[in-house]
């Protein structure tokens, strides 16, 4: 028994695993005001540069909503341009992103 069930667990960890989908809602504000119509972008950190998972412009008052789809990174970056400097709006670490679907 112990034979058999050692290459089975072997072998289920060699799945690939699903993407894990997010969402993340803010608000983008350069020198303390909100700003309208500013590139966002959701990065994860797989690889050295990063990984574009989606864009979207920043809407009325500054709102955004980004989504994106990661496998097998535990940091995602949300940034933007902010004075012709890109800023990072927020550091996510796996640990909080908590279920999403």
Not at 33 to 57: I, M
Request: charged residues 15%.
């Amino acid at each position: 028994m112990r034979s058999i069930f050692l290459p089975l667990i072997l072998f289920l960890s060699a799945l690939p695993s699903t993407a894990t989908k997010v969402t993340i809602k803010g608000l983008l504000v350069c020198n303390g005001e909100s700003q309208e119509g500013l590139k966002v972008w959701l990065l994860a950190h797989e690889y050295p540069d990063g990984r574009l998972l989606s864009n979207v412009t920043s809407g009325a008052g500054g709102t955004f909503e980004i989504s994106g789809e990661y496998e097998n990174s535990n940091t995602l970056n949300v940034e933007h341009f902010c004075n012709q400097n890109l800023s990072r709006i927020n550091k996510i670490v796996r640990n909080f992103l908590g279920n999403s679907t």
